[in-house]
């Protein structure tokens, strides 16, 4: 007896909840102007206003939009859209650049979700819908584990050809030079001019400082940079510039 009320209880319990938590959809995923929309909606919603760089300085993707984001970056369409933003950039190179061969055209990559992917990492924790952690995420680089985004290779090898020298500007700290290398090499990224990483000076200042500072110094050596491919804003917005940006698809995390 006492057994089957237990189950019965189970199934209540089971049915109470499911239930609260459809209301709960329903009741949450109205926009503002009261359009009845899916947990579907409200989330495309919110990645492409991430692109467009209006939702901007978030911590965290949010709760409900996880299992939508992690999709996402796993699925057909992420590689479709970073495959063009790649078309892109050789369209440009091939019609708007004139190539002056002198050993000063230039070209800046990001690293990390641009020619490394994170996703092995990102994937155990829930695609950035966990705050992030600096040890941990540097420990995982320290191993050499990420993957190649194999668009950005085809970019890369089209540059090496067409003698663009390729700046590698990116965010990870110095200690991870060696760690960094090692990956790049491994997955099919070799041949780059130099490889600009935060140093301890560059600690205290946000990343697109750093990084604009980067560009600037490239600039004052004489070098024209013909364009930058980056997965996050502060890679490619502030001055000094280049002759065109582009910007890969990245709803996981932010970095300002
Ligand atoms: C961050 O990651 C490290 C290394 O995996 C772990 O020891 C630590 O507990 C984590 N910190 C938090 C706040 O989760």
Redesign the pocket.
């Known amino acids: 007896m006492a057994r089957k009320f237990g189950i019965f209880f189970t199934i209540f319990c089971l049915l109470f909840t499911s239930s609260l938590a459809d209301w709960n959809i329903l009741k949450e995923y109205k926009t503002n102007d009261g359009l009845k929309i899916s947990l579907k909606n409200y989330c495309e919603s919110w990645r492409m206003n991430v692109e467009l760089h209006n939702i901007r300085n978030y911590v965290v993707v949010p709760q409900e939009c996880v299992t939508y984001i992690g999709k996402y970056m796993t699925s057909t369409q992420y590689k479709v859209d970073s495959e063009r933003t790649i078309d892109e950039c050789i369209l440009h190179l091939s019609t708007n650049c004139i190539l002056e061969n002198d050993g000063k055209d230039a070209w800046i990559f990001d690293i990390d979700d641009t020619l490394l992917s994170s996703i092995p990492y990102y994937k155990k924790n829930e695609f950035g819908g966990n705050k992030l ?1 600096v ?2 995420l540097e ?1 995982w680089m320290s191993q050499g584990k990420g993957t190649a985004l194999g668009h950005s290779v085809k970019l890369f090898n089209h540059l090496k050809k067409l003698g663009v020298k390729i700046f590698l500007v990116s965010s990870r700290r110095e200690h991870l030079r060696s760690a960094t290398t090692d990956n790049l090499v491994h997955v099919g990224f070799y041949g780059w001019s130099s490889l600009i990483l935060r140093g301890q000076e560059d600690e205290c200042k946000n990343v697109q400082k750093f990084k604009a500072e980067a560009r600037s110094k490239l600039i004052s050596k004489g070098y024209r940079i013909l364009g930058i491919v980056g997965d996050q804003w502060s890679s490619i917005v502030g001055l000094p510039s280049a002759k065109r940006t582009f910007k890969l698809p990245n709803p996981m995390y932010y970095v300002a």
């Open positions: 952690n040890t941990s420990d």
